[in-house]
């Protein structure tokens, strides 16, 4: 018989927001769970995530690891060392997916204050054994990655595309973008910008305006998709590229920044400072948007009350009832005719002999 974990009397607080408005609400998997009447949310009262059996810490650890550089096995091999936990790669890999597509939806719609002065490049990715190409544009300023583009070639409708991300994100545009001599950008960058931004075609050695600080992000990028030993698909590659793009923004410091974030350097106010807040923020709950039209039918819709009617079961009246369904049965089956056919006698089975 599975073991219960008893938890103390006094009230426990709620983990998303930490309300003492909680109750009692069951177990799961032997471990007490506590319903909050502030938020409607259900929690554990251990430090593991709802319907997951690894303590969020580790989730965390984990996140971290991955996007820092480790492989998958290297990640399960350290969750053993340290906790004596060793989940399958499979695990481990539902983890990355799950809450990569919940922290790029919660950074998605941030803006920050960037420079006037933005570099530009690209750089080919492997996916399946085939190469890709990966755009990118950064302030220079902040560090902040404003934009990516994954493509499989390099025509100026991308760079163009890249631009135009770009200024949605900064909701400016820059006074000069400096870029290599690929020619793309030339028309790319006049198409998205006009004639009012100045296009610096330059080197990563040259001794003004160059590239260097995006050809270091793309050899740190590089260098842990070389781990991985390749990306799978084009899905595989966007989403991956979609988390990196966060934890380089808003979770990684840069010692070129004094310690402080992409993010925290071009003002961003955002409170999600590390994988383990990512692993613990709180789900929104689910709104429906209704046009005006549609609330003033809700408005003026009544409620549907229902007439409370006491009903009863009669056990004689039932029984009688299927007394005369079986006599009913058995009469029919009297009446039917036999369907299969009588014995053969012995003078019809030497006849066919």
Known sequence: MQETIKQPSESVVCKFCQSTNTRKYGFVEGVQTYFCNSCKRKFKADDRLFRMKTPANQVSSALSMYYEGMSINAIRRHLLQEYQNFPSSKTVYEWIQKYTDEVSKRFRDYHPQVGNVWIADETVLDIDGKNIWMYDIIDEKTRFLLATRITTARTTRDAQSL????????????????????????????????MDTEHVQSSPFAPTDDTQRIERFHGTLKART???????????????VDGYLVHYNFLRPHEALSGR???????????????????????????????????????????????????????EKKHKQRIIHRRATVRISRKTPRITPPAPSLTQIRKIR
Not at 171 to 176: A, D, V, Y
Not at 264 to 272: G, L, R
């Open 261 to 315: 974030t992409p993010a925290e350097e071009s003002k961003v106010d955002y409170t999600i400072k590390t994988w383990a807040d990512v692993t613990r923020m709180a789900h929104p709950q689910i709104q429906v948007l209704t046009t005006p039209a549609k609330v003033d039918i809700l408005s003026e819709r009544k409620p549907l009350i229902r007439p409370i009617t006491n009903r009863t079961y009669d056990t």
């Open 226 to 240: 070389k781990v991985m030993r390749g990306l799978k698909s084009i899905d595989t590659a966007i989403q991956f």
């Open 163 to 194: 631009m135009e991300q770009a200024e949605k994100r900064a909701g400016k545009r820059p006074s000069m973008v400096v870029t290599d001599k690929q020619n793309s950008y030339l028309d790319g960058i006049e198409l998205a910008y006009g």
